[in-house]
């Protein structure tokens, strides 16, 4: 199991840029693939980014896709994303998962480690 906290949320007003930060204990991060989530207020959570465990691979929803990136440091235990252009409907609680399927999944039923979120908020 991987234990995972984020952090870096806050209010932004819409253009600006965010970048989370998801730090991950245990052993097993460097070598999973992980992933960003969210849920809006109201609404079901979705994929956001998917990052394999050596950076190679990457995968958007396209809704943010040229917005967002997610990166990872395994020296840091650290996956990351990088919110640019932020929007109004960007707006919610943002939590990192880790695959249990050794590659990216869009599923969040297929993760089996979460963090407890951090809240995203944009204002006009």
């Known amino acids: 199991q991987v234990q995972l906290v984020e952090s870096g949320g806050g209010l932004v007003q819409v253009g600006d840029s965010l970048r989370l930060s998801c730090a991950a204990s245990g052993r097993t991060f460097s070598s999973s693939a992980m992933g960003w989530f969210r849920q809006a207020p109201g609404k079901e959570r979705e994929f956001v980014a998917g990052i394999s465990w050596n950076s190679v691979n990457t995968y958007y929803t396209d809704s943010v896709k040229g917005r967002f990136i997610i990166s990872r440091d395994n020296a840091k235990n650290t996956v990351y994303l990088q919110m640019n252009s932020v929007k109004l409907e960007d707006t919610a609680v943002y939590s990192c998962?880790?695959?249990?399927?050794?590659?990216?999944?869009?599923?969040?039923?297929?993760?089996?480690?979460w963090g407890q979120g951090t809240q995203v908020t944009v204002s006009s």
């Open positions: 998962a880790r695959s249990r399927l050794g590659i990216i999944t869009t599923t969040a039923k297929l993760c089996d480690s």
